[in-house]
């Protein structure tokens, strides 16, 4: 009990005056160990929401035997306002179409907004959401918009890209890791997926991977995650940002990690690794990760 108020009493303490409100769930696989924090607070997604289209995806393809190296066409429509959006699809060629695996595999990595827009308008909006509330059985996690899209201006009260809570989304990944959603061929398929991720300033940031300590300090084989942020410049420059992990450690050690933090009048390096609220949502991954990983 006293190791629980410890890591609570730190956390709060990286949090103070932050101007931020904080959301935290962290969970040991194996032992069922936890933690949160406000886990169960709603918060807007941003990208976080494309695990959910990820899944949504491979759902159907699984149950209509549709597969996964279908081309599908890359619409103007569907692009967005060009070079105000995340990813490089709004960049490419296209004359020729992709596969579905690679569109998949753009939306996640480098969380390629024009890719979420092809795979929204393929799969629609009311099929995702019905895959997150009937098959997921998730209450507070929705897919709120039809397009991802950032024009000169935009407003928190019409561009939300969607719902979730930090457990919520935790669990959904705790749930694929344990071959609950797919069989385990697709489920190792969709985690390594996840395991290629471009940004890794948030719960990576500070963890003990082979690219921070090298590979004879390495604790942690592999992070498979999916990060999100957007700022309401128009509204006070209020911003959201979050990230979910599967974290993979020696000693066959398996955790899940789940940060969101939102709050106003947040200026400072917007979109690069130097957010300070970030760096805070760091540490704080840090200190979860030595909590679980040394008890």
């Known amino acids: 009990m006293s190791e629980m108020i410890n890591i609570e009493s730190l956390i709060k303490d990286l949090t ?10 962290a969970e040991d696989i194996e032992s069922g160990k936890k ?33 996964e ?41 480098v969380s390629d ?49 969607g719902s979730t809570t930090p457990h919520e989304i935790a669990n959904t990944l705790k749930s694929l890791e344990g071959n609950k959603l797919f069989d385990k061929k697709t489920s190792r398929k969709l985690i390594k997926i996840l395991t290629q991720q ?27 995650n999916k990060t999100g942020s957007i700022v309401y ?5 209020f911003s959201v940002r979050g990230d979910v992990a599967l974290i993979y450690a020696k000693g066959k050690k398996r955790f899940v990690f789940s940060i969101f933090h939102d709050g106003p009048n947040d200026r400072n390096h917007i979109f690069t690794p130097e957010n300070q609220a970030n760096i805070v949502a760091s540490k704080i991954s840090k200190a979860l990760f030595d909590y679980f990983y040394e008890k």
């Open 35 to 67: 933690f949160g924090l406000d886990e169960d607070r709603l918060y807007e997604t941003a990208s976080t929401i494309k695990v959910f289209v990820l899944l949504a995806l491979f759902h159907k393809l699984s149950k209509e035997k549709i597969s």
């Open 233 to 237: 410049e128009d509204d006070g420059y």
């Open 16 to 25: 103070k005056g932050s101007n931020r409100t904080w959301g935290v769930y």
């Open 69 to 109: 190296h279908t081309p599908i066409k890359i619409e103007s429509k569907l692009l967005g306002t060009i070079g105000r959006s995340s990813g490089v699809l709004q960049y490419f060629d296209r004359s020729l179409p992709l596969t579905l695996y690679n569109v998949t595999l753009l939306m996640i990595i």
């Open 113 to 161: 907004n024009a890719g979420t827009n092809i795979l929204i308008d393929y799969l629609g909006k009311d099929f995702i959401n019905n895959y997150i509330n009937k098959k997921l059985g998730l209450k507070k996690t929705k897919l709120l918009t039809n397009k991802v899209d950032f024009p000169s201006k935009f407003r928190l009260k019409n561009t939300k890209m």
């Open 198 to 224: 471009e940004y890794t300033n948030l719960i990576p940031r500070y963890l003990p991977t082979w690219s921070n300590v090298g590979y004879k300090e390495k604790k942690i084989k592999q992070i498979g």
